[in-house]
């Protein structure tokens, strides 16, 4: 199994380790409802070296990222990042990932751990342009701190003004004297940063940062799921896969019609317009449980949906789950049944915003 | 890991204290603290007729649900239902907090458990 630069600190700092994408990661040091409430309210700092990173590069690398991702590259501004995802010609789902716009001939694209080899096979084979596709994920490693004090805890490494760092922007900056790429995006809800560098950089970064901070918290894959679930991002596998596509899954604000042909742009445009008879929903449990992902959703005796992800949401303490259900049971306070253990519990069709988001604008 | 002396084992991480014919069972602290904080448990019915090895209750953690297996064979006499509203009891000490009572209906089953020893080699 992988590990990261970060193992011995993980060890060290007594977490609980779980394979996962390869990698022995860090499910929690502490608790998971501790270390989630500290990102909500202070911050935590997450190892994420296990994402993929790709390089796009070459005369026509805009072209070949705009053929094989849904969002719109042709607008992106230098330091811009984008979010999207990589489409069958089905409308299935590769991936889901950001795009890092240097300039038009170089693009950084970063990707679902536990895709990357496929998806770096899936671009190169798209690959009619002039560019280069090179995996960079081995090389790269990648820390992400998250919460309100986020900034002022980053602020105290760098000479750089983060405040003009603006939610979906990059650029590449000291952090204790390495030089990394640092963007104002992430995966809690909470403004926050994600910072990539060599090993050994980030290796320094999370024991500086640590050290520094009586504060911050080191956080492991455990509370990244229930915080990237209050707020409804999508996980690959559970809300996203190569059965369930952007449109169904409500990430319309993720795929662009108003550029030129890219793979699965036909079936996403004609779902979108007849509107999809699928979709992921919010739901609240009225009793006592735990809807957990694969669990069966009924109307009366007709199965109507699954589970995406479902949790007691550490936030509100509510008992909810993301859906994908069949139209027309979708609807806001519609009934429905889930069985649980061979049991049937009652739900309410939802909102999926459990949580509130508070990005920095 | 807190493996007391005086206990019977499974395999699957729960525990027996035999009293005056009665059984005490719970979970271990090695299960305690592999699940993490547990939040809720689904609590079987006083008068159940429990399996030795077969399932009885059902826990879960923020991350995961799992199934309780009872280490042994007999009727329900008293269900521990203060773990209901407070589940994480069993984190805080599951020795003390027993999840079910029964009645023993075969003591010779007692000899398919693990004592301390043997179940402190299945935590390593």
């Known amino acids: 199994m992988k590990k990261t630069i970060l193992y011995e600190d993980h060890l060290r700092l007594g977490a609980k380790m779980v394979e996962f994408a390869g990698y022995e990661m860090p499910i929690r040091y502490t608790s998971i409802t501790d270390e989630h409430l500290a990102v909500r309210k202070q911050a935590g700092i997450f190892d994420v070296s296990h994402m993929g990173e790709i390089h796009v590069i070459g005369k026509e690398a805009t ?53 990357v080899d496929k998806d770096f096979e899936w671009i190169q084979k798209q690959n ?87 504060e911050l918290l080191a956080c492991g894959l455990g509370c990244r799921d229930t915080l990237r679930f209050e707020v409804a991002l999508p996980l690959y596998g559970n809300e996203l896969s190569a059965d369930i596509t952007p449109i169904e899954a409500g990430l319309n ?22 509107k999809p008879k699928r979709r992921i929903v919010g739901l609240q449990l009225e009793g006592k449980g735990i809807l957990r992902h694969g669990y069966d959703v009924y109307h009366e005796d007709t199965r109507v949906g699954v589970i995406t992800t479902g949790y007691i949401a550490p936030s509100t303490n509510e008992s909810v789950a993301l859906a994908l259900i069949d139209k027309p049971y979708d609807k806001m306070n519609q009934e429905l049944a889930v069985e649980i253990r061979n049991k049937r519990v009652k739900v309410k069709v939802r909102s999926k915003k459990f949580y509130d988001k508070k990005y920095h604008k | 890991m807190n493996i007391p002396k005086n206990l019977y084992y499974t395999e699957s991480h729960e525990w027996v204290r035999v009293e005056d014919g009665h059984a005490y069972i719970g979970i271990t602290d090695y299960a305690q603290d592999s699940l993490g904080e547990i939040v809720f448990i689904e609590l079987p019915e006083e008068n159940d007729q429990l399996t030795q090895f077969s399932e009885f209750a059902a826990i879960e953690s923020v991350k995961a649900a799992s199934d309780l297996n009872s280490p042994l064979s007999g009727v329900i006499l008293t269900v521990n239902e203060e773990l209901e509203d407070n589940p994480e009891l069993l984190n805080e000490d599951p020795y003390d907090n027993w999840i079910i009572k029964i009645e023993i209906e075969d003591e010779a089953e007692l000899n398919k458990l693990l004592n301390a020893e043997e179940y402190a080699k299945v935590c390593e």
């Open chain 1, 253 to 274: 604000f993720a795929v662009s019609f108003d550029k030129n042909d890219y793979i699965g742009k036909s079936v996403l445009e004609r779902q979108k317009r007849d």
């Open chain 1, 63 to 115: 072209e070949l990222v705009n053929y094989i991702f849904t969002n719109n590259v042709n607008s992106m501004t230098a330091n811009q990042v984008l979010y999207g995802m990589m489409c069958y010609e089905n409308g299935g789902v590769v991936d889901d990932l950001l795009v890092y716009k240097y300039n038009d001939q170089f693009y950084l694209l970063v990707v679902n751990a536990s895709n």
């Open chain 1, 128 to 214: 009619r342009f002039d560019a280069d596709v090179i995996n960079k994920s081995e090389d790269i490693s990648e820390v992400a701190l998250q919460g309100p004090l986020a900034e002022a805890m980053l602020q105290k490494a760098t000479e750089y003004d983060l405040s003009g760092l603006t939610f979906f922007t990059f650029d590449e900056m000291p952090i204790f004297g390495y030089d990394c790429l640092v963007s104002r995006t992430g995966y809690t809800g909470e403004d926050g940063f994600e910072i990539y560098g060599d090993h050994d950089a980030i290796r320094s970064i999370f024991n500086r940062l640590l050290e520094d901070n009586p």
